[in-house]
């Protein structure tokens, strides 16, 4: 079959356009893990479950305050365990502990109870879940980040684009799981804070090499409201593979 110029130019210029991001996740998932806990594995794997659902972006974020019981976690970012704290200060048990699954930044449950994980999943879904479109496409050395939709948020919104590595496999050498080899999905190396949204329709733009992390291959962007001290309800998200 021969394409007359004008297809041909069509055909190029398509080939040459920036991907954009097409799933948008209805359901943020974060997991608060860490290699030193006997009681982790389990919710590893029920994350990498959640992590097949197109609707669900299930994030692994490794904590460091397991450290001290033998194995310091390979993955674990002192700005998770922070933000878990964060999260706690915003509920009336206060509670954090390992595995722990918050849905949206609303919901808190115990991570590798599956059959409670599922229920707030639901009810975050049921609930209107993601309401605000992220669409992400990659120019050059740049993604660029567009929010198209204005939403009505009093005092605005973080905006975080975070790298991660999609799949990534420990052998864990010492502590509670010594011996095991554990296989964790989306896991967030980083953060960074692209702005303060307050509502309008916008395209951000953010160099990757500000977001540069080894083993990175994708990066989840967020859309929260509240602040980092007092995070509130993820509103908006989606994950922009690099590759």
């Known amino acids: 079959m021969m394409l007359n110029r004008s297809a041909l130019a069509l055909v190029l210029a398509l080939a040459a356009s920036p991907a954009m991001a097409q799933t948008q996740p209805k359901v943020v998932v974060e997991l608060f893990t860490s290699q030193g806990c006997a009681s982790c594995p389990p919710a590893d794997a029920l994350l990498n479950d959640l992590a097949k659902d197109p609707q669900v972006l299930a994030l692994t974020l490794s904590v460091d305050y397991w450290d001290y019981v033998g194995w310091k976690d390979t993955l674990a970012l002192h700005g998770h365990s922070l933000r878990q704290k964060a999260y706690a200060e915003q509920r009336p048990d206060k509670k954090i502990y390992t595995p722990q699954m918050v849905i949206d930044g609303q919901i808190a449950a115990k991570g590798s109870d599956r059959a409670a994980v599922q229920r707030a999943v639901m009810t ?85 090499k500000d977001l540069h992390r080894e083993g990175m291959d994708a990066v989840a962007v967020m859309v929260q409201t509240g602040t980092p001290a007092a995070p509130g309800q993820i509103v908006g998200a989606t994950l922009f593979p690099l590759d």
Request: proline share 6%.
């Open 124 to 208: 975050a879904r049921a609930s209107g879940g993601l309401s605000l479109p992220v669409e992400v496409k990659r120019d050059g050395d740049a993604l660029e980040i567009t929010l198209p939709q204005p939403l009505t948020i009093e005092d605005g919104a973080e905006l975080w684009a975070c790298p991660v590595s999609r799949t990534q496999s420990v052998s864990i050498g010492r502590g509670e799981n010594g011996g095991r080899n554990v296989t964790y999905s989306n896991v967030v190396r980083g953060w960074t804070r692209v702005a303060r949204w307050q509502g309008d329709v916008r395209t951000f733009r953010v160099p990757l």
